[in-house]
């Protein structure tokens, strides 16, 4: 008896009795659903450059370095800027030197013409020296003021807040105006740039619903649309770059550079879902149906299934595109039953998971 009263006073923890169930979310469109690889990118890359000239004596960030717009980059040695500004300045004020003196003979030479010392002509190419004078201190100022800003292009700021996607050139580097000298993935946007076959093409407009998977979350889809398709194929590949804009609630969920999976439904579907051959259970008077997990138990859905492909069917009724479905082993679920949804590799699948930890334990 205390040996048996001991046992039931243990404090070991308890054992969850959930069971585990392997779950996928269904694919969009009518037909089977078409998936191209991909990569997350910025909507913004603005490669940025000098506007001058010059050896490069100073690199501020690298790669990866989150950037505040106007935050100084990069510098340029500004001894050749500031050279040329003292040489415009110069000239400026020799311009308007010379414009003085040409003032000065122009009011000696109307009085002249007024009392009929000289003649009309000579006055009037005096006149023509006084604006002549007057056009080259114009020229000269403008001049100043454009090499005074080319001091200033010394610096590259950042033009927005963002990350440093690339670094092209190394402090010492002499480099020309225009080189790129870092690529800029401006905050905002996320997308993913895919390419569509030739043959395939007019399967797809832009406005299109997509969804995307990241390669290192594999059975968890974000929705986007198609964004831009490009007018022309690649003269080398014979595809067409196109980008798929991830929605505003997906932007946070992922990185720039993650490889991705970009699910697009081929034109003239009758808006139903795509899933796995094996999800598909047999419910009440032999119809149809599929076990999805809603709030962390498992719940048969009747649904209608169209041609069967060759491991998946399409199917219409009351499922949803966010739903996860349990892609195997439904016979043995029982309605309502708790349940731990998890990916092809058993680990817990985000969104789906966290519905089910806030169930009970069993006892």
């Known amino acids: 008896m205390v040996t048996l009263m001991s046992a039931c006073g243990s404090d070991d923890a308890p054992v969850d009795a959930r069971r585990p169930v392997w779950v996928v979310q269904p694919q969009p469109g009518g037909g089977a659903a078409l998936a191209f690889p991909g990569e997350v990118r910025a909507r913004e890359e603005s490669p940025l450059s000098f506007r001058v000239g010059g050896k490069l004596v100073r690199r501020a960030v690298d790669a990866g370095a989150r950037v505040e717009r106007g ?20 000239q400026l004020a020799a311009a308007e030197a010379e414009l003085v003196r040409a003032k000065g003979d122009l009011d000696r030479y109307a009085r002249l013409v007024d009392q009929q010392l000289v003649s009309r002509s000579t006055y009037d190419a005096q006149k023509a020296a006084y604006e002549a004078a007057a056009g080259q201190a114009r020229a000269a100022r403008a001049q100043w003021e454009v090499t005074r800003n080319q001091a200033g ?24 105006a225009g080189q790129t000298i870092f690529v800029m993935a401006a905050d905002g946007g996320r997308e993913v740039a895919i390419d569509l076959p030739e043959d395939r093409i007019r399967q797809f407009k832009v406005g299109d619903a997509a969804q995307v998977e990241l390669w290192s979350a594999p059975g968890r889809r974000l929705p986007g649309t198609i964004r831009e398709i490009a007018p ?19 932007r946070d969920q992922v990185e720039l550079g993650q490889s991705a999976r970009v699910y697009l439904a081929q034109a003239g579907g009758d808006g139903s879902l795509q899933v796995p051959l094996s999800a598909l259970q047999r419910g009440q008077g032999d119809a149809a149906a599929v076990w999805v997990v809603r709030q962390g138990k498992a719940l048969r859905i009747p649904v209608t299934a169209g041609k069967f492909g060759s491991d998946s069917v399409p199917v219409s009724g009351g499922l949803q595109a966010g739903d996860w479905v349990v892609a195997a082993g439904g016979h043995l679920l029982r309605e309502g039953e708790a349940v731990a949804p998890v990916d092809r590799e058993n680990r817990p699948v985000a969104g789906a998971a966290a519905a089910a930890a806030a169930q009970p334990k069993a006892d």
């Open 232 to 250: 022309a194929a690649d003269a080398q590949t014979r595809s067409f770059a196109t980008r798929v804009a991830l929605d505003a609630g997906a």
């Open 71 to 90: 935050q100084v980059l990069a510098e340029l040695d500004p001894a050749d800027q500031a050279l040329q500004a003292q040489a415009a300045q110069a």
């Open 153 to 176: 292009y010394a610096e590259l700021r950042a033009p927005d807040a963002g990350v440093i996607a690339s670094r092209q050139a190394e402090a010492g580097q002499v480099v020309a």
